[in-house]
């Protein structure tokens, strides 16, 4: 069992910069592919942005070369630094983590991009 705590969100203003972290419990967090997803009010959960147990990086389009997603096995952390936010990254962002065929969600951390 995994558990995943996430924390770093907040309020922003439009071209601002976040940083969210996800801590993982356990000792098998380095063979996981992690990520972060979103949900905006009245819509689906996406796909932001996951990172493979070997460091490779996926990124969907509408944040590509403004977010950027790490991972830091040492302290079994996921992180997502958001940048040039805009009023449409408005959701409640859950970190994810796959173990095998076992998925692992946060509890979600909000973001709000407003002036």
């Known amino acids: 069992q995994v558990q995943l705590v996430e924390s770093g969100g907040g309020l922003v203003q439009p071209g601002g910069s976040l940083r969210l972290s996800c801590a993982a419990s356990g000792s098998t967090f380095r063979r996981y592919a992690v990520g972060w997803y979103r949900q905006a009010p009245g819509k689906q959960r996406e796909l932001v942005a996951h990172?493979?147990?070997?460091?490779?990086?996926n990124y969907a389009d509408f944040v590509k070369g403004r977010f950027t997603i790490s991972r830091d096995n040492t302290k079994n952390t996921v992180y997502l630094q958001m940048n040039s936010l805009k009023p449409e990254d408005t959701a409640v962002y859950y970190c994810w983590a796959r173990g095998g065929i076992l998925n692992y969600w946060g509890q979600g951390t909000q973001v709000t991009v407003s002036s």
């Open positions: 990172i493979t147990s070997g460091g490779s990086e």
